[in-house]
């Protein structure tokens, strides 16, 4: 009988592939699989631009601060009328030459390079123009530029995770 069973396996190949049905299904499930999965990709990809945008805020507005703490210090010099900050952003990059250095050819850096706003939408333009520039002078409410670069703050309309527009962190 043992043989008979084998001969019978033999000539109906049955659980050798699959069917349409169990095709549909697994698509089905697939399909939903990858249907949830989009907007957790889609969550993970702003969480991480937001995390850029907190690291470059942070890196730039410690410049900023350096920069200042280098006027008043007196390792760079200031007329009286100006407040001490930056003209401009490129000038973090660039450096300054250090009045203390009796060459005259030594700098003091305060950014290696300028980190662009990874919110802004044009990969063209160049990462100190990616960013809103607020002057001294100017107020939290209304940023405006000026003679000096006192912050930065992104110029983008969206808003974070976190409810607070980009332009407000």
């Known amino acids: 009988m043992i043989a008979g069973r084998s001969r019978r396996a033999r000539a109906h190949p049955r659980g050798r592939g699959f069917t349409f049905i169990e095709l549909v299904i697994t698509l089905a499930i697939l399909g939903v699989l990858a249907l949830v999965a989009l907007p957790f990709a889609e969550l993970t990809t702003k969480r991480a631009k937001e995390q850029d945008l907190r690291t470059?805020?942070?890196?730039?507005?410690?410049?900023?601060?350096?920069?200042?703490?280098?006027?008043?210090?007196?390792?760079?010099?200031r007329k009286a009328d100006e407040s001490g900050y930056p003209t401009s952003l490129d000038l973090l990059v660039e450096g300054v030459t250090d009045p203390k250095d009796p060459s005259g050819k030594q700098r003091i850096y305060f950014l290696r390079r300028l980190p662009r706003d990874p919110m802004a939408d044009d990969p063209a333009l160049p990462a100190a123009r990616t960013w809103g520039l607020r002057s001294y002078e100017s107020s939290y409410d209304a940023p405006r530029p000026g003679r000096d670069v006192f912050d930065v703050y992104s110029t983008s309309d969206g808003v974070g995770l976190n409810g607070v527009p980009y332009r407000q962190w």
Do not use: E, H, S, W
């Not at 507005?61 to 007196?74: C, F, I």
């Open 56 to 77: 470059a805020l942070r890196q730039i507005r410690t410049a900023l601060d350096d920069y200042k703490k280098a006027v008043d210090d007196g390792r760079i010099p």
